[in-house]
């Protein structure tokens, strides 16, 4: 078998030589990641100005400036550049995603070249170079593997699964492997192929190996990753319903300023007022003030979620959060704790079973941290959770030997000695007590005692004992439980000494035992001392459900957003799981004819798109999932019109976080993950990820009442002014009045609508798929906006008729002032049903109102506003006809309601 791998990649063991090596360099290029040519700095920033919305911004600004109004010019201006700023941020950062990437490569490898062992920089690798992998280097290509001595990789920072992958050359056990040689990369997703393969940028733990590069540069697995997040991102859900309502308001005002230009001009109003009047209510119509409402609720929201650990990196990632229909997320450490704990037990005697979980393992305290594999920690706590300090506490043992875990031994075996006291004697060793402690896989613990501890009565292991453990150790297993099986005896010190003597001819003289070597090929090392054993017990060990996850999933499953949990774990163990957290009813089972709901990496591979598009939207668990395939899942969801949010951790995370609506990276995942995201949740928390949807959810909400307000303001301004332009009366408004009113509801009433608490039924709902205005409430806005412009018209022609001096000037105040107090008493009407009490909303009203009176009664700000002072009796007249509004406002949502029910 390996001479096939060395012919298919035209080499031999003892390498190529320089000049081949120098021609497949020429032939396949540099062993690095290649970045496409992307844009200037100024290039991107530039094109933040190409949008609908931002280009009105603009005219409305030069607009502005033409007719006086420097002030409003300018804070457009400004507005306009911070929105480009963010824009111009948040496309950049991708490169940074890149420069990361690049980074995980550098590096160097021993390969041999023309029959030596040379030391070469990673990028001057080539196809057919032999590599040699030994413990703590980095691999520096995708390698297929020749020789293999207990190799055991780190492939996290990849896959993002912490669990040690062991490597082996067993091609033997490769079906067809023969043919499969001629396109190892089509089959190297099959487990055994995977075995043999170590892919580029994973790190050697253990042992040593010997491989032949298949693969370098962007050809790698991660060459393939750096391809993919250097696409253009998708658009985010906000993003498009703003850029639509921003087409629809600059046409629409377009069309109704030139309409109004030409309405007066044919009659015979002076041709500069009427230009002024277009251009006044263009600059009216046109919400400038949204990008600056958008970047400040979006930044509080932000500020908001960075202090319950979710940073969010991209301002409308906040409110996509907010509107998404599915979340696709890991399993380890997102919806468990990541740590392994005993979650069940079966003890013949809980005593002795303490003391092997807690001695019978290698935790050891570095920097006052428990440091050890996932079992040996969890069966260390199992023990001095059940007092294990104080059942021993006067127990002198002292560690003499240790017989480690391997795979092939599956079990581990460390001898203790009971010190004997106030004994002075030269052959203390022979008067010593010894524990042969050992724990493993159950049926090999199972086959290598001869007797059970039955509380303390010793009995010979019969076929009625056996049946009832391994009959306790299927039904562990079943569900889902890692089983381990304990067992000691107690050995006299001549047994321990010769037992000792005899396994040490086995091995090299001078052993040190105390740590012994990790890989030992010999699968009955130790066997001497494991004979005879005596069971104790079976530990049933799991990664636990985060307790706050399953409210977490339950409070989305309300909020009518799936769940979908996508893991590299076993089938079992992931159903037992997603059983036991909510994502799949308990009493369902796991295969439903009429309705799959699991679905493996492996039967998710052999599925055309036309197959899986059918059951996609059922699949609520994905197991033994290879990250790549994470990005068809979300393809397809967002095919079907689904707002997909996905979690990852590892490299290999990358592309499917670019690829998801919103991306977001663990805290404990790659640097590479975490610049590909959008949102990074800091404590790998599930519960984070739901709480901040909540505050999406809340700030999308915000967003539609800003622009719900703003829509009504300008429609009322547009109605009041065509209808006034139609009828035999002057304008209703001056171009600075009409400016005035942009300013005042552009600001601080409108803003503060963005800081509303949540509604009372946020998580109760689904989530919004429609626009950011439905017809619905396009339909109350329309009769809000005809309400103000009845109301206006209204005051503004019994003004006019009832006569007297400066008439027009009055009659102008108060249908200016009118339609002010309009927007102050329908800002109310957008409030939230939050018993949150938003503050900020009251003062901005009261200040509102504060500053029309200072511009009806200072005599500066009349001449600037053509405004004149009126009595207590147009006050009256003015809050009961604009108050009007907080009672059609009711009246409107019941009819609209019933007419689209």
Known sequence: MIDEILKQYSTRKEGLSSTEANARLEHYGLNKLKEKKRDTPLKLFLAQFLDVLIFMLIIAAIASYMIGNHLDAFVIVVVVIINSIIGFIQEYRAENAMEKLKSLVNTFAHVKRDGTIRRIPGERLTVGDVVILEEGDKVPADLILIEAYDLYVDESSLTGESDLVKKDTDYENVEDFSDKIKDIRKYSKEENVQSKIVSMNSNIIFGRGIGVVIATGMNTSIGKIAKMIQEDEEETPLTIKVGKIGKKIGIISIFICIL??????????????????????????????????????????????????AIVKRLSSVETLGSC??????????????????????????????????????????????????TDLATYHFAYENDFENLYENMNLVKEYEIPLDSNRKRMTIIYSEKVENDMSKDISFDKNYYVLTKGAPELILDFSKSIDDNGNIRIIDDEIKENIISKIDEMTNSSLRVIGLAYRKIDSKTFEKILECDEKVFENNQDYEIHKTYSESKHHGESFENDLIFTGLLGIMDPPREEAISAVADCQKAGINIVMITGDHKDTATAIAKEIGILDQNQPAENSSKRQILTGQELEDLSDEEYEKIAKDIRVYAR???????????????????????????????????????????????????????????????????????????????????????????????TITIGSLLPIPTPFTPIQLLWINIIMD???????????????????????????????????????????????????????????????????????????????????????????????????????????????????????????????????????????????????????????
């Open 325 to 374: 229909t599915y979340i696709c997320t890991d399993k380890t450490g997102t919806l468990t704790e990541n740590k392994m704990t005993v979650r069940e037990d079966y003890l013949t005697n809980k005593p002795k079973s303490v003391l092997i979980s807690a001695l019978c393992n290698t935790v050891r305290y570095e920097d006052d941290e428990l440091i050890g594999n996932p």
């Open 747 to 901: 600001g601080p009433p409108a803003q503060s609508l963005g800081l509303e608490g949540p509604e009372e039924d946020l998580m109760r709902r689904p989530p919004e798929r429609g626009e950011l205005i439905g017809k619905k409430a396009m339909v109350k806005i329309l009769i809000s906006g005809i309400v103000m412009t009845i109301g206006t018209l209204g005051l503004f022609i019994w003004e006019l008729n009832n006569g007297g001096a400066n008439v027009k000037t009055k009659a102008i105040t108060v249908a200016f002032t009118v339609f002010v107090l309009y927007q102050l008493f329908n800002a109310l009407n957008y409030r939230s049903s939050s018993k949150m009490r938003n503050t900020m909303l009251w003062l901005s009203l009261i200040g509102s109102f504060i500053l029309q009176v200072l511009v009806i009664y200072v005599p500066f700000l009349q001449t600037v506003f053509k405004t004149c002072s009126i009595g207590l009796t147009d006050w009256i007249l003015i809050i009961i006809v604009s108050a009007i509004i907080l009672i059609t406002d009711k009246i409107s949502n019941i009819a609209v309601e019933k007419a689209f029910n």
């Open 260 to 309: 109004v230009f030409f309405i007066e001009f044919f009659q015979s109003v002076d041709i500069l007022e009427s230009f002024m009047t277009a251009v006044s209510l263009a600059v009216a119509a046109i919400p400038e003030g949204l990008p600056a409402v958008l970047t400040l609720t979006l930044a509080l929201g932000m500020q908001k979620m960075a202090k319950s650990n």
């Open 625 to 719: 999932v290879y990250p790549e395939q994470k990005r068809r899942i979300i393809e397809v969801l967002q095919n079907q019109g689904e707002i997909v949010s996905m979690t990852g951790d590892g490299v290999n995370d990358a592309p499917a976080l670019k690829k998801a609506s919103i991306g977001v990276a663990m805290g404990s995942g790659t640097d590479v993950t975490k610049e590909s995201a959008d949102m990074i949740i800091q404590d790998d928390n599930f519960a984070t990820i739901v709480s901040s949807i909540k505050d999406g959810r809340t700030i999308y909400d915000n967003i539609k009442r800003f622009l719900k307000f703003q829509l009504s303001t300008n429609i009322g301004a547009i109605l």
